[in-house]
């Protein structure tokens, strides 16, 4: 009798050292994630280290490959199929993007995590991405399009940033940067991409369900890389979770696209196609590309050109700022080199906006645009697969269960990469002693992709990202507010997660 009570006061005080218990074990797996590689427990591998700490996991992946000589296999949880090799060694990157190129497709796992981008270029193999590729190659390195970009984006820059930035400073009020180039980049990119202005940069700060849709996707699909299948298929069957947060953004994402390109077929028929320089124009005149324009194909080139503008394009923008608030005599250099190619006859201390052909011929504002998106590529990592068994330079064997993940964000942290002094912000590391750019390896330098995959809108980037930037550094101060942490968001875009609060004010009168 005496036994049968004291088993439920023992079972209880158990239960009362249950929560004691948990709390060490999450103590031994925040000391083991912050500070040594992690460790692969049994049943559910390496997994919990990165639940326990997703909010960093970028930093954390820096730390971990610095200990472990730019490699890295991950265990996912035991029957899941999670397992995957990090790397941000550049003989690795260049093996699989250059070198063996047809060997490593983007292959169906990538498909099936970026779903949502149906079967447009960033999810095509094989001949459907080459064909993608040489068509929109045309397209983006037309005349006819790139006078479009510079005007567009000149008009962008007069008429949506510096409205915002006039009416900040007058009004002395707290801005996120992020914000501002999030919607710049949006409504450009929309232009560009389709010929519509959604008008988001304006005073008012309008909100765009179609952009929140996107931010919704991105942040989705990273989380994807670490849930297992099984259990996606599961929330998505039951409608919870992350699989129906996916779906809400889909369907917003799906219904704009569909109203934009019907806008965009009756404008049309109203009009010369010739007028239309942006690029769904183009693909739907041009019968001579050997593809049907019916409204799946348009909607999944729509959505992959957006992404890769529109996201790309602010991220950089962000980061660079961020890295001049903090290194003020980089800043100075910036401006002393923009003085440079003001014409003697006019007052260089005065309100103006450039042109990309003189800002093109800047190295120092170039060098530093290098560094930033060195440390902060605005695409943080890649995900690619082997198609047969094979031996990486790193002496890593994969196979076709093999995920195989980039870390750029690493890559430019480092120090067996880019030295000592990996952590520093030096656009000096890019200029040669002949003061030209100096050339780094693609494998080396990710942030526009290498091999034949190679970013096809690295011009278009550095045309809007310079002309957007110049703009702001030779007319304003960016002040960052004191105190507030500017931290790597967890997602496929390196956004900042709290955005990028600032205080502006003017160097002198708008023109």
Same mark, same amino acid.
């Given at each position: 009798?005496?036994?049968?009570?004291?088993?439920?006061e023992?079972?209880f005080?158990?239960?009362?050292?249950? +929560?004691?218990?948990?709390?060490?074990?999450?103590?031994?797996?925040?000391?083991?994630?912050?500070?040594?590689?992690?460790?692969?427990?049994?049943?559910?591998?390496?997994?919990?280290?990165?639940?326990?700490?997703?909010?960093?996991?970028?930093?954390?992946?820096?730390?971990?490959?610095?200990?472990?000589?730019?490699s890295?296999?991950f265990?996912?949880?035991?029957?899941?199929d999670?397992?995957?090799?990090?790397?941000?060694?550049?003989? =690795?990157?260049?093996?699989?993007l250059?070198a063996?190129?047809?060997?490593?497709?983007?292959?169906?796992?990538?498909?099936?995590?970026?779903?949502?981008?149906?079967?447009?270029?960033?999810?095509?193999?094989?001949?459907?991405?080459?064909?993608?590729?040489?068509i929109?190659?045309?397209?983006?390195?037309?005349?006819?399009?790139?006078?479009?970009?510079?005007?567009?984006?000149m008009?962008?820059?007069?008429?949506?940033v510096?409205?915002?930035?006039?009416?900040?400073?007058?009004?002395?009020?707290?801005?996120?940067?992020?914000?501002?180039?999030?919607?710049f980049?949006?409504?450009?990119?929309?232009?560009?991409?389709?010929?519509?202005?959604f008008?988001?940069?304006?005073?008012?700060?309008?909100?765009?369900?179609?952009?929140?849709?996107?931010?919704?996707?991105?942040?989705?699909?990273?989380?994807?890389h670490?849930?297992?299948?099984?259990?996606?298929?599961?929330q998505?069957?039951?409608?919870?979770?992350q699989?129906?947060?996916?779906?809400?953004?889909?369907?917003?994402?799906?219904?704009?696209?569909?109203?934009?390109?019907a806008?965009?077929?009756?404008?049309?028929?109203?009009?010369?196609?010739?007028?239309?320089?942006?690029?769904?124009?183009?693909?739907?005149?041009?019968?001579?590309?050997?593809?049907?324009? =019916?409204?799946?194909?348009?909607?999944?080139?729509?959505?992959?050109?957006?992404?890769?503008?529109r996201?790309?394009?602010?991220?950089?923008?962000?980061?660079?700022?961020f890295?001049?608030?903090?290194?003020?005599?980089?800043?100075?250099?910036?401006?002393?080199?923009?003085?440079?190619?003001?014409?003697?006859?006019?007052?260089?201390?005065?309100?103006?906006?450039?042109?990309?052909?003189?800002?093109?011929?800047?190295?120092?504002?170039?060098?530093?645009?290098?560094?930033?998106?060195?440390?902060?590529?605005p695409?943080?990592?890649?995900?690619?697969?082997?198609?047969?068994?094979?031996?990486?330079?790193?002496?890593?064997?994969?196979?076709?269960?093999?995920?195989?993940l980039f870390?750029?964000?690493?890559? !430019?942290?480092?120090?067996? &990469?880019?030295?000592?002094?990996?952590?520093?912000?030096?656009?000096?590391?890019?200029?040669?002693?002949k003061?030209?750019?100096?050339?780094? +390896?693609?494998?080396?330098?990710?942030?526009? =992709?290498?091999?034949?995959?190679?970013c096809? !809108?690295?011009? &278009?980037?550095?045309?809007?990202?310079?002309?957007?930037?110049?703009?702001?550094?030779?007319?304003?101060?960016?002040?960052?507010?004191?105190?507030?942490?500017?931290?790597? =968001?967890?997602?496929?875009?390196?956004?900042?997660?709290?955005?990028?609060?600032?205080?502006?004010?003017?160097?002198?009168?708008?023109?």
């Amino acid at each position: 009798m005496v036994d049968s009570i004291a088993f439920p006061e023992n079972l209880f005080a158990l239960f009362n050292f249950i +929560p004691f218990l948990l709390m060490i074990f999450f103590l031994i797996l925040k000391w083991n994630f912050d500070g040594f590689v992690p460790w692969n427990w049994p049943l559910v591998g390496m997994t919990p280290t990165v639940a326990c700490h997703i909010h960093r996991a970028h930093d954390r992946i820096t730390e971990v490959l610095n200990q472990t000589g730019c490699s890295f296999l991950f265990k996912g949880i035991w029957f899941t199929d999670l397992d995957f090799l990090l790397t941000a060694d550049p003989s =690795n990157i260049h093996h699989i993007l250059s070198a063996n190129f047809e060997r490593y497709p983007k292959g169906p796992d990538f498909k099936y995590i970026f779903d949502v981008l149906g079967d447009g270029i960033f999810n095509s193999d094989s001949d459907s991405w080459r064909e993608q590729r040489r068509i929109a190659h045309s397209l983006v390195r037309h005349d006819k399009f790139l006078q479009f970009l510079e005007e567009t984006t000149m008009k962008k820059v007069k008429e949506g940033v510096v409205l915002v930035l006039e009416s900040v400073c007058e009004d002395g009020s707290v801005l996120d940067l992020q914000d501002l180039f999030q919607r710049f980049s949006f409504d450009s990119t929309c232009m560009l991409v389709t010929g519509f202005d959604f008008n988001s940069l304006s005073i008012d700060f309008p909100q765009v369900p179609f952009s929140k849709a996107m931010d919704d996707v991105e942040e989705v699909i990273l989380l994807r890389h670490f849930i297992p299948k099984s259990l996606w298929e599961l929330q998505k069957k039951l409608q919870i979770g992350q699989p129906k947060k996916l779906k809400e953004a889909w369907e917003i994402i799906d219904q704009t696209i569909a109203k934009l390109i019907a806008l965009k077929r009756e404008s049309l028929q109203k009009e010369e196609p010739a007028q239309g320089a942006d690029l769904i124009t183009s693909y739907m005149v041009n019968e001579e590309d050997g593809f049907e324009k =019916n409204e799946n194909f348009l909607r999944d080139t729509v959505l992959n050109f957006m992404i890769a503008g529109r996201d790309t394009l602010s991220s950089a923008l962000s980061w660079f700022f961020f890295c001049l608030s903090n290194n003020p005599t980089v800043e100075a250099k910036i401006r002393e080199e923009l003085k440079s190619i003001i014409p003697e006859n006019e007052d260089h201390d005065q309100w103006r906006i450039f042109s990309i052909e003189e800002l093109n011929k800047l190295v120092y504002f170039h060098g530093a645009l290098c560094e930033t998106l060195r440390l902060y590529p605005p695409v943080p990592f890649q995900h690619k697969v082997t198609v047969e068994a094979d031996v990486l330079p790193s002496g890593h064997k994969v196979d076709p269960t093999t995920k195989i993940l980039f870390s750029l964000y690493a890559l !430019g942290r480092m120090s067996e &990469v880019w030295g000592k002094d990996c952590e520093e912000f030096k656009p000096e590391r890019w200029i040669s002693e002949k003061g030209s750019i100096k050339h780094v +390896p693609s494998y080396k330098f990710l942030a526009f =992709n290498a091999g034949p995959r190679t970013c096809l !809108g690295k011009q &278009v980037a550095f045309t809007e990202i310079k002309m957007v930037a110049a703009a702001i550094i030779h007319n304003y101060n960016i002040i960052q507010e004191i105190g507030h942490k500017v931290v790597p =968001n967890p997602s496929i875009i390196l956004h900042m997660k709290h955005g990028f609060k600032v205080k502006i004010t003017k160097r002198w009168s708008c023109g």
